[in-house]
């Protein structure tokens, strides 16, 4: 059955980093485009970034853009998202997730598989 393993969530303060990993298996890794997502205490959960499954198209949320980067590496089944300048509104559990239409993109319902999340906190 398909999983997708996010780690490396914790706690950091503001203005620190954190890099995101989730781990595919169960499915063939690179022919999905991989988003990560996240939902904060009381609200909806929201797009962060997608990577298509080469990896050569990108797209952020416009409030991560410049502090954000996602990648993978489809030899270890597997997408990152490199988190820089955080700050304390990104308190979040962070979620990756797996989309085969390959559409990049940004909608919930739009992905098919989803990781447990991992929680990221961000302290001022």
């Known amino acids: 059955q398909v999983q997708l393993v996010e780690s490396g969530g914790g706690l950091v303060q503001a203005g620190g980093s954190l890099r995101l990993s989730c781990a595919g298996s169960?499915?063939?890794?690179?022919?999905?485009?991989m988003g990560w997502f996240r939902q904060a205490p009381g609200k909806e959960r929201e797009f962060v970034a997608v990577i298509s499954s080469s990896g050569s198209r990108i797209y952020y949320r416009n409030s991560v853009k410049g502090r954000f980067t996602i990648s993978r590496d489809n030899a270890k089944n597997t997408v990152y998202l490199q988190m820089n300048s955080l700050k304390p509104e990104e308190t979040a559990v962070y979620y990756c997730?797996?989309?085969?239409?390959?559409?990049?993109?940004?909608?919930?319902?739009?992905?098919?598989?989803w990781g447990q999340g991992t929680q990221v906190t961000v302290s001022s």
């Open positions: 997730a797996a989309d085969k239409n390959r559409r990049l993109a940004s909608m919930e319902w739009e992905y098919g598989y």
């Open positions: 169960g499915l063939f890794f690179s022919r999905y485009d």
